[in-house]
């Protein structure tokens, strides 16, 4: 079962418009839009890559825009790296280079860390969790450089007499929307996932014939039901849309009933099978003349009793499977809609 998690990074760029427009050689406005022009660039590319990654619920998917990215901020970190100093004041060049340096780190090392993290994410609940902590950690390197940046630029305007203005560019006003999303459906996503966890550990427990294993499980799966609806209802609606949330809902619920009322109806039938396998290789030890009258009846009783026991022990499993595998499918459209609603496509 695949559910979709989203990697993004938060970039609320302040790019900027120069005031006035007429610049001559040497000016500080002419030299600063240099660095803004490339700041728009990266921030441009950047955006279009978290959106695909938002849309492709995959960082591996878009890993080929992931590399294009890669060339552009080295393109620009480049032409940071070569540009000259105005009038011996290096601040603003340093600190764009450092920007897109670590832009650089952050969508080759972060993101490749996060493209590894994704391999194994589902595998746990503490997985997931540091596959989540991995796109927290990238996202505050990002944000955290591009505020050392903009505050240099700033510092720099503010010293040459520059009058900056907010740019409420299309880009920015993204970027915001997604990191919202992203933040949004993480908390969601993360809630459910701890009793899907539970309850993947508790199916393979069955496929084992493990009943100290779904026992364990089965407790821990209740549990955590219990403890997460609440937390669902306090998460409530994104912007009106509370749609995901409903099906999660759904999903703890089922579990919550799976665990209660029909995992004991499937644990019974694994304890009465072992019962009768002992008790067909007892009878298979007596030789034909040695069995009595109440040993036959014995097993031919035990026979209708398995037999009734695997028709219930199937039905209930099939409707289990077939309930499960309804609700994941739900889970999956609602988050493919809500996704599309809610986040834009950027390129």
Known sequence: MRLYSQTLLTLVFAIVMILPSQVRAGD????MSKF?????QINYEMLGYISAVAHNKSAKKVSKQRSELLTAISAAKSKAAHMQDFEGDSNLRVATYNYFNISYIVAKEDYG???????IAEQSYDN???YLKAQEVANDKEHDAFQS???ELRAFAAKHHITLTEDDSKESKQSEIINQVNKYYNKVYLTF???NSNESYMIKGLEKKDVNGIEQNKNALL????????KLDQIGAFEGDGSVIAVCKSLLQFYKKEAKDKMPILTDYLVKNDNFQKMKTDMDKKSASSRTQEDVDKFNDAVKGMNESVNVYNKT????????NKLINELNDAVQSFMSKHIPRHK
Do not use: G, W
Not at 113 to 119: A, Q, S, T, V
Not at 317 to 324: A, G
């Open 36 to 40: 803004t022009e490339s700041q728009k």
């Open 149 to 151: 940046a903009d505050r």
């Open 193 to 195: 996932f701890k009793c």
């Open 223 to 230: 549990k955590n039901c219990e403890e997460n609806l609440p």
């Open 317 to 324: 499993n099939n409707e289990l499977n077939q309930q499960r």
């Open 128 to 130: 997931m969790e540091a």
């Open 113 to 119: 860390k996060i493209m590894d993290l994704e391999e």
């Open 28 to 31: 500080p406005v002419a030299y």
